[in-house]
């Protein structure tokens, strides 16, 4: 009998592979305690890109959704579990973060500005939706809230597993009482692209 040929790799195996590789490079990078001698606006900045792209590679590669909910004074990550929205434990790259008391988040979708509450308040888990709090304690045995709480908190930014974006944002990190030659931003597109705004890109999203 001849020998069978080798067996070469498929498309969808090198995709899985270069999806991997992206994943791991981004947790590199999130997990640096800062990036160059940067400034804190442009760390965070590129730290929560860094999460998105990441979030956004892990949604296509498992074929479930993320979502990013953002607050005046930090973040929090979803992810979509049994047709509710769930948060991540404390110890996941994707917990809850807080900025530097002196840094602000200002948030447009789809060119409209976002009224932001306090991480503090937005971070809340919804009514009904499995999460854990910054002590790890499970909270699902409260009493469900209404459904409007829920709207409340769910994500605003959702990261699809076609890798799209919806809807676009803009964010922008600002150091409190200062220009946005202090600042810091990044674009998220709907064909699932995020750029980074450095201050001189800024001036084209005066008011985000």
Sequence with gaps: MRPSPPRGFTLVEILVVLLVIGILTAIAVVSLSAIGQAPRSEQAARRLASLIELASQQAVLTGNRYGLRVSRDGYVFYQ????????FPPRSVYRARRLPHDLRLRLRLLGTRVDLARLRHAARPPGGIRALDHNGRDHSHRRKRPS???????????????RAILPGFTIVIRVRGRSLKHAYGLEGKPNGRVELLPPHLLAQHQGA
Excluded: C
Aim: proline letters at 4%.
């Design 148 to 162: 409007v709480q829920a709207a409340r908190h769910s994500p605003q930014i959702v990261l699809l597993d076609t």
């Design 80 to 87: 979509r579990h049994d047709g509710a929205w769930e948060r």
